[in-house]
């Protein structure tokens, strides 16, 4: 056989193994946008759609941040911790940032990155 008449068999099982190695969206049945657009939780859209995000965590175990940042949008706030691991922290529930007489620590979501750069837990926290 040529090469000439390889090429295509190999192109074609490039395609095949492109597609079967790509993961399915994230969330796809969750309104990220409305999650995106609710900063700080202080509109109550995230209070009510955190549930559904918590339960698909094991569908976002190993995103890394930029597509974790496509999907929840920017944390309310982020922190460093031990061996280079990385915690994003995104309000549930409306905290002091919505209204100032609030005294209690508000949930919080929070996502750990490894060293890697993979999400490898997701639990709640109240946070300040």
Same mark, same amino acid.
């Given at each position: 056989?040529?090469?000439?008449?390889?090429?295509?068999?190999?192109?074609? &099982?490039?395609?095949?193994?492109?597609?079967?190695?790509?993961?399915?969206?994230?969330?796809?049945?969750?309104?990220?946008?409305?999650?995106?657009?609710?900063? !700080?939780?202080?509109?109550?859209?995230?209070?009510?759609?955190?549930? +559904? &995000?918590?339960? $698909?965590?094991?569908?976002?175990? !190993?995103?890394?941040?930029?597509?974790?940042?496509?999907?929840? !949008?920017?944390?309310?706030?982020?922190?460093? !911790?031990?061996?280079? $691991?990385?915690?994003?922290?995104?309000? &549930? $529930?409306?905290?002091?940032?919505?209204?100032?007489?609030?005294?209690? #620590? #508000?949930?919080?979501?929070?996502?750990?990155?490894?060293?890697?750069?993979?999400?490898? +837990?997701?639990?709640?926290?109240?946070?300040?």
């Amino acid at each position: 056989m040529s090469n000439m008449k390889k090429l295509p068999i190999i192109y074609t &099982v490039f395609i095949l193994l492109l597609v079967s190695c790509s993961r399915e969206q994230p969330l796809k049945d969750i309104d990220t946008q409305a999650f995106r657009n609710d900063t !700080g939780a202080c509109n109550d859209i995230r209070t009510q759609i955190h549930p +559904e &995000v918590f339960a $698909a965590r094991e569908e976002l175990m !190993g995103l890394r941040e930029a597509d974790l940042r496509k999907l929840l !949008g920017r944390p309310d706030y982020q922190e460093l !911790g031990e061996r280079s $691991a990385k915690f994003y922290f995104y309000r &549930v $529930a409306p905290g002091r940032e919505c209204d100032e007489t609030i005294d209690k #620590a #508000a949930l919080t979501l929070q996502v750990r990155f490894s060293a890697l750069g993979g999400i490898n +837990e997701i639990s709640y926290k109240n946070y300040r």
